[in-house]
């Protein structure tokens, strides 16, 4: 990878030209480009992922959005004529030749640039003067606070869509790091109540750290043994709902069953982690009407979801959220924000790159 100089993009129909005040970064962005990780995409190309941003120009048949205004752009594009053909902008061309299609023509190029060229319906504008405004007028965030949705928005789409509603007991496993942490302020920010399940204590104990979600939160240290995390996950009653985001190395972990086995009869499981082929207790999950969901990344409705529960304040970002950006960095600084974002330990941390 290099930073090199290009020309200006040109917004066409369908599109959007965004200025990109701050991107996200992968932990595992470096292994990703390095081709360590391998992923499908074509070289070369510009990579990138969500960002946020202030549209530069419009293409032609824009209804809506205009110069100046500030956007989130959502990297997770689908074929206009075939919600099937599916990539992550800048990150991964699909699993299918149609999906390839997307990401070797019309949008090859994404974010970590000075100018993106977009999809207009991928550009979700905001509340500037609510979501930037000072004191007394707005929140305070700035564009590497808002940054943090992107991680909010994969939990919320896989929470959205098991039904959470306000007063649940949601289980959140494993709860500590990148996406399960920002699982936990998603959960919170729909009403629900957390259970917080991982490993290690101490990381646990920071997901409360912030004094507005403690009261809703409560952690549980598995041990491995089943029966005696179900009796301690279920220590005030049992849960609604069962969400995983754990990564493939976990595909032995005991937390799948002492999760699901914690739910009431009718409960709900939303799997959104790298498995591979998981076991599950079939017999539990017949005999107490439990719905499992798979679930790949979100759907438009959830980002306009997210993006409301930001500018009414239910998602707190920033330091009020407790929310920790360990590093931004310019293009020139893509190595080092790759390597900080692959450090990262704990939870509500993030690294962008702020061209």
């Known amino acids: ?47 990138g992922l969500s960002a946020i941003g202030r549209i530069s120009e419009v293409g032609p048949d824009a209804t809506s959005l205009t110069p100046g205004q500030l956007v989130y752009f959502d990297c997770f594009i689908q074929g206009r004529d075939d919600p099937n053909s599916l990539i992550l902008h800048g990150l991964s061309a699909g699993f299918s ?3 390839n299609k997307l990401m070797e023509g019309e949008w090859r190029d994404s974010t970590y640039a000075e100018y993106a060229k ?10 500037e003067a609510v979501l930037m405004g000072g004191p007394g007028d707005g929140l305070g965030y700035t564009a590497v606070d808002l940054m943090y949705l992107a991680q909010i928005s994969v939990p919320l789409g896989g929470l959205r869509d098991v039904g959470v509603t306000a007063g649940e007991k949601v289980i959140i496993a494993p709860a500590a790091g990148t996406f399960g942490s920002a699982a936990v302020i998603a959960a919170l920010a729909m009403g629900a109540q957390v259970i917080a399940v991982g490993r290690n204590v101490d990381t646990l104990n920071m997901l409360k750290r912030v004094p507005h979600y403690g009261e809703r939160i409560r952690t549980v240290c598995v041990t491995g043994d089943i029966d005696t995390d179900i009796r301690d996950i279920t220590k005030h009653g049992l849960a609604d709902v069962f969400f995983d985001i754990s ?15 914690s739910l009431r009869r009718g409960g709900r499981v939303s799997l959104m982690g790298a498995h591979a082929e998981l076991s599950l207790p079939t017999q539990f999950i017949m005999l107490n009407d439990i719905t499992v969901k798979g679930k790949w990344m979100y759907t438009k409705d959830d980002i306009r979801k997210m993006i409301s529960l930001a500018e009414s304040g239910y998602i707190k970002l920033g330091d009020v959220g407790g929310i920790e950006t360990v590093g931004a960095f310019r293009l020139e600084e893509f190595e ?19 061209p």
């Open 1 to 47: 990878m290099s930073v090199v100089s290009q020309p200006y993009p040109q917004a066409g129909a369908g599109s959007a030209i965004i200025q990109v005040l701050a991107a996200g970064v992968l932990t595992y962005a470096g292994r990703v480009y390095s081709g360590q990780k391998p992923y499908p995409y074509p070289t070369p190309f510009v990579p």
């Open 118 to 127: 977009v999809p207009l319906e991928n550009c979700f504008t905001m509340n």
């Open 97 to 99: 030749p149609a999906s």
């Open 336 to 354: 080092e924000a790759f390597d900080t974002a692959a450090n990262m330990r704990g939870p509500y941390l993030q690294t962008v790159i702020t």
């Open 247 to 261: 990564p493939g190395q976990a595909i032995s972990s005991t937390h799948f069953k002492s999760g699901l086995m």
